[in-house]
């Protein structure tokens, strides 16, 4: 070795492999403005489309009359559930097993609900067209509040579900009513609460939110009459799903369906499920033979794509007076708008809100979920959550601090006393799942040394002091969150869409001057796959990371995958990047033997290359034996190098974490001051800190969003009242709080490389934190729970409910 031969410390970093910073690649295009949107493609003659939609939340549809609107220039069709239904599409079907109209039909059920598509030669003359089309509607009694859902008087909302007593998920008990869900022990849980020395009992309520992403849904759908195919770009987080769904619905041959889904500006959930957007730009493409493009507005993602949350948790524990939970009784009516179209796997009608034992050792649990219909848009997606992990989350972690208030008891030191122990993983919770692996207490003790977690404890104790003595009109508080994630869906035992189940798949094909591509199922929407999954390969195979092109995205070319939301990504898609490397390495092993004349046993992997046992000067590089893989295999093995492989992981992955969150209120204003928020995370072996730093911070804001103001609100005849940026909260730079951020590794036993998901995570554990800060300020002046949003003005109501001026 001379000086110029590098160290093995040189030749890893040079790798930029798994545990480096290394910066996002794609950011070379997004920062200098030369991303490839939907919106940025313009094909020659292409038309655009754009909907009339209802005023009302609940109204009769009498007659629609486009004959204006095609007086307009440049509008070329309108198109209505009647022109649907002679191609059989005025229906769709939904992700959760409900159908949902393309196009009112009959009735309308929730204020924008799509009623007719205009197409015309430009978005302008679209636009002016929507507004000369007269719909003629007769208003119905809306109906917005859940809890009145299933009143015996409640309006029938879904004529077309009249008799049917089964639906999807089983039984129906009520015209409204979706679905009834149920998990876990009903007689034994009962049996922990007679005899509980303690219970608790609130109605937690998570409010309806939204994804809200920078761009909107849009597409741009191409028929090409000559083949036969259809061509459709769109926001997809699940490219191959659609294009499944469009081949089933539309009755089209799969393979004469292209969908790309270009550079995607987020997702959150909002961009799993199809539109009537989707289905009316494909069916103005097959009429007019011209490309369509639909691109939404702002108003119009808020008001009618999918929503997120809405769920009205009525939770209990029962626990010894010395706070060891003996029980858990949660009973959640989940408000699914006009349509069931949530986006959880099939077999799971509230997602995975079975979590939500969350991290504490419970011995027994019942869940019932009663989910209904009201007069408001369809969805329920996952949020920058795991499938209503981030509801249960919620509903646990309030729990815990509600019970703890109750006990009088510290609580983190009721978390402490609860958790699941590092021992026993795998952890069999008492609502079905098997957690993988965690150390919840050293996580949690690294927060509590790391805030100083006592002596703030001791300052909040004084500043209450001084609160009372009238020297200040600051209250303080402090909010613990400890959470439980279960991401990488999943199992195919357990999760599929449509009844494809849930794996992924990676293809990687090196060239022979040692770079390479690697076609992912996945698809990013902004979380940096290009990065992360190249570093993947780059420490399987020691290629560098740079010469590895990561493509997702188009359906002609990357395997089938399930796509990308509710962190699966890295568990799930990750894991066959890893698998298919392996398969890559393994053949190179072979060809490695041939070439150094050595039995494949006799050699042993050396970070970028393999070497002879016991003879290190005896090597070949991965570099040189993608050149032999097209020049000298062993005879009888084809040349070559690249591998597929379809990953069904046999568990989910459960990343974990410890936040707290230090805030003022004052309590003359509401206004809230967050003085500290720390995240420690845990999602197993780490790929890119850095992305994770960044996938944590985007989470936080998010959840700081959420718990302190975000909200979808309708007023009582069924208006949205915040469906602009205007009303719903989307903070900025000067808002959001300074996030610091920590982590500890527990790698997931199960995953190739031991990682679990992690941009879920923060949102999960981030809304608990905020609002438990929230409700610690204010318990010490009687309160049990406030409901979120906290923003200013219900803040300042809160401390007048409780009195805090009468003095
Ligand atoms: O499915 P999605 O990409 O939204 O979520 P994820 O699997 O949690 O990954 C988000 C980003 O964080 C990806 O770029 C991952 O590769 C990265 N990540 C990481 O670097 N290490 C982990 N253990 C988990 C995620």
Request: glycine content about 8%; aromatic content about 10%.
């Amino acid at each position: 070795m001379n000086d110029l031969t590098p160290t093995r410390e040189q030749r890893e970093a040079a790798l930029e492999g798994m545990g480096c910073k290394r910066k996002r690649v794609e950011d070379i295009r997004f920062t200098q403005g030369k991303g490839n949107y939907v919106d940025d493609l313009k094909l020659p003659g292409m038309l655009h489309g754009d909907f009339v939609r209802s005023p009302h939340a609940h109204a009769r549809v009498k007659s629609i009359n486009g004959d204006e609107a095609l007086k307009v220039p440049g509008v070329l069709a309108v198109i209505t559930a009647e022109t649907l239904k002679t191609v059989n599409l005025a229906w769709m079907p939904t992700l959760a097993g409900d159908v949902q109209m393309v196009l009112a039909d009959g009735k309308v059920l929730f204020q924008n609900q799509e009623v007719a598509f205009v197409v015309a030669t430009d978005r302008y003359a679209a636009d002016d067209g929507i507004n000369k089309v007269v719909v003629e509607y007769e208003p119905l009694p809306p109906l917005i509040d859940p809890f009145k859902a299933m009143d015996a008087d409640a309006p029938v909302l879904r004529e077309d579900l009249a008799g049917k007593t089964t639906g999807a998920h089983g039984p129906r008990k009520h015209h409204n009513h979706v679905f009834e869900w149920t998990v876990g022990d009903k007689d034994l849980t009962d049996a922990a609460f007679k005899k509980a020395d303690v219970t608790i009992k609130e109605l937690i309520s998570y409010h309806r939110v939204h994804p809200s992403p920078l761009e909107t849904c849009q597409c741009v759908c191409s028929f090409d009459k000559i083949r036969g195919e259809l061509t459709i770009w769109g926001t997809f987080q699940a490219p191959h799903v659609i294009r499944t769904v469009v081949s089933l619905i539309a009755k089209l041959p799969e393979q004469k369906i292209h969908v790309i889904s270009p550079d995607i500006g987020g997702g959150f959930g909002n961009k799993v499920g199809a539109y009537p957007g989707y289905i009316c730009a494909a069916v103005a493409s097959i009429v007019t033979g011209k490309p369509v493009k639909w691109v939404e507005d702002r108003i119009e993602n808020l008001t009618a794509t999918s929503f997120a949350r809405d769920y009205h948790m009525t939770t209990e524990i029962a626990s010894t007076k010395e706070g060891k939970v003996t029980g858990l009784r949660v009973h959640v009516l989940a408000d699914h708008g006009a349509f069931d179209a949530c986006a959880d796997p099939s077999k799971w009608p509230a997602g995975f809100f079975n979590i939500v034992t969350g991290s504490y050792d419970f011995p027994t649990a019942h869940l019932s979920v009663d989910g209904i219909y009201t007069n408001k848009a369809p969805g329920g997606v996952a949020y920058r959550c795991s499938f209503r992990v981030t509801e249960a989350a919620y509903c646990i972690e309030r729990g815990m601090d509600i019970l703890a208030q109750k006990l009088k008891m510290d609580p983190a030191e009721l978390r402490l006393k609860n958790f699941v122990k590092a021992e026993q993983f795998p952890y069999h919770s008492a609502l079905g799942w098997e957690y993988d692996s965690g150390d919840y207490h050293t996580a949690m003790k690294k927060m509590m040394e790391t805030v100083k977690y006592t002596e703030l404890r001791k300052e909040q104790a004084a500043q209450r002091e001084a609160f009372k003595r009238g020297e200040t009109r600051e209250i303080m508080g402090i909010g613990v969150s400890f959470f439980t994630e279960i991401v990488g869906a999943g199992p195919s035992k357990n999760c599929d869409i449509l009844g494809i189940a849930m794996f992924d798949s990676c293809e990687i094909r090196m060239h022979p001057t040692g770079a390479g591509i690697a076609r992912v199922g996945s698809k990013s929407q902004g979380q940096g796959h290009e990065t992360t999954w190249a570093q993947i390969i780059a420490t399987e195979i020691g290629i560098p990371a740079d010469n590895i092109m990561v493509e997702e995205g188009d359906t002609d070319t990357a395997p089938y995958g399930l796509g990308t939301y509710g962190s699966r990504s890295t568990p799930v898609a990750g894991a066959a990047i890893a698998m298919a490397a392996r398969k890559i390495k393994a053949k190179a092993q072979m060809i490695a033997a041939y070439k150094l004349e050595v039995h494949e046993d006799d050699l042993e992997w050396d970070i970028d290359g393999f070497r002879v046992k016991g003879l290190p000067e005896k090597s070949i590089t991965m570099k040189d034996l993608c050149w032999a893989a097209y020049n000298s295999v062993p005879p009888g093995m084809e040349p070559g190098l690249e591998a597929v492989s379809y990953y069904d992981p046999p568990n989910m992955t459960y990343p974990f974490g410890a936040y707290l969150c230090v805030m003022n209120i004052d309590v003359d204003t509401g206004v809230y001051k967050i003085r500290r928020f720390y995240a420690l995370d845990d999602c197993g072996t780490r790929i890119n800190p850095m992305i994770i730093e960044g996938q944590v911070h985007g989470g936080l804001t998010e959840a700081f969003a959420i718990a302190m103001g975000q909200e979808i609100r309708y007023d009582p005849e069924g208006n949205v009242v915040t469906g602009s940026f205007m009303d719903f909260f989307m903070p900025t730079a000067v808002e959001t709080p300074h996030w610091e951020t920590d982590f500890t590794v527990t790698p997931s036993p199960h995953h190739p490389i031991g990682a679990k998901g992690v941009g879920e995570s923060p949102n999960v554990g981030g809304v608990p934190a905020f609002s438990n800060a929230v409700n610690d300020a204010f318990s010490f002046l009687g309160s049990t729970h406030i409901q979120m949003p906290h923003d200013f003005w219900r803040n300042w109501q809160a401390a007048k409910n409780l009195g805090v001026f009468a003095a």
